[in-house]
DNA sequence: ACTAGCCCCTGGGAGC
DNA sequence: TGCTCCCAGGGGCTAG
């Protein structure tokens, strides 16, 4: 699922093929009427208002706050894609099957596309160059939106994400304040929270925790000093490794180009629940339990419970 | 103010 | 082979 690196591979991905372009068209399939009065493009209300506020505007640039894209436009609004568990975007000049009933924009080519996890397109931009952003979304979880310039530092969909995990100014200190405001919670319940740090999903915490050989189920306030340097660190790393993997692809992710990242080749326990831990010397196998109504994989060999 | 748990959704796997 | 059932999970929301 898109989290911190994935949805960074594609911010990249885009800076390199998106600024200056104009928005020539709109085209959305998500309606919902469990998404009435959500402002977000699933209410066929809203969808019209954003079509009308887009159009004709260029894209300037493109950057990323927690798992949001933020795609900042000519005129200061901001449209904010948030890809959830199965949506990615795709580039590139696309033909579209408008012969087919259901989906008028299920893409019939290029080769990349025929991969069936980049055929639930949901939601196109196409611009004046004839190109196409596309949000291809298996289980339409995603969120579209457009933020008003004079709305953004207080809108909804930004506010009470906690600090960026990457950025040179959270440190040691930083890290550990934020996990402290909740002392009594499973550190990887708190990881994954986004108002505590930005970012992190299901994979990276348990990667995170296997790294710094800290029990998902731990209690932030039994975290001894030594747990704490080493799960700051291996925030860091794993993140910053899965940003040059180009992101996990285990099921759906899939960058601007269709193509998987590679981080999942390097998974010590994430989804290998039954297979040989392989940190070295650790005779464990990892296993699968469940904290938080999420799948959680760790060694029972090196991530022991402190108490 | 907190947290546990439901809900959005669909492809794919298990079971028969 | 083909049907039904069930489940994954980010984050918004609500009930307690």
């Known amino acids: ?8 591979t594609t911010v990249n991905g885009l800076n390199e093929h998106v600024i200056g372009l104009k928005i020539a068209d709109v085209w959305s399939s998500y309606n919902s009427p469990y998404f009435k009065g959500s402002n977000t493009i699933k209410d066929p209300l809203y969808f019209k208002v ?23 436009l000519d005129n200061d609004d901001t449209i904010l894609v948030h890809m959830k568990m199965t949506g990615h975007l795709l580039f590139g000049q696309y ?45 339409k979880f995603a969120k579209v939106t457009l933020i008003k310039a004079e709305h953004f530092h207080k809108t909804e969909h930004l506010h009470d994400i906690g600090p960026e995990p990457l950025e040179e100014i959270f440190d040691l200190k930083e890290f550990n304040a934020r996990i402290d405001r909740k002392p009594n919670a499973k550190i990887k319940q708190v990881l994954l929270d986004q108002s505590n740090i930005a970012g992190i999903g299901n994979i990276y915490a348990d990667e995170s925790l296997w790294l710094a050989s800290i029990h998902p189920a731990e209690k932030v306030r039994d975290l001894s000093n030594k747990q704490r340097a080493d799960l ?36 010590h326990a994430y989804q290998r629940a039954g297979t040989a831990c392989d940190k070295r010397g650790c005779k464990g196998i990892i296993q699968r339990i469940v904290i938080g109504a999420r799948g959680t994989h760790y060694c029972p060999e090196h991530q022991k419970l402190n108490k």
């Open 1 to 8: 699922m898109p989290e911190l690196p994935e949805v960074q």
């Open 50 to 72: 954003f079509k009308k506020e887009i159009l004709g505007r260029k894209i300037v640039s493109v950057i990323r706050r927690a798992k949001n894209i933020l795609i900042k």
């Open 95 to 139: 033909h579209f099957n408008q012969k087919n009933k259901v989906n008028p924009w299920e893409p019939i080519e290029p080769e990349g596309l025929k991969d069936p996890f980049n055929r639930h397109v949901r939601f196109v931009l196409t611009f004046s160059n004839k190109k196409h952003l596309a949000l291809s979304d298996t289980r």
């Open 232 to 267: 700051f660190k291996a925030v860091k790393s794993s993140l910053s490794k899965g940003i040059n993997l180009g992101g996990a692809s285990t099921s759906d992710y899939r960058n601007i180009n269709g193509e998987k990242g590679t981080f999942q080749q390097v998974h």
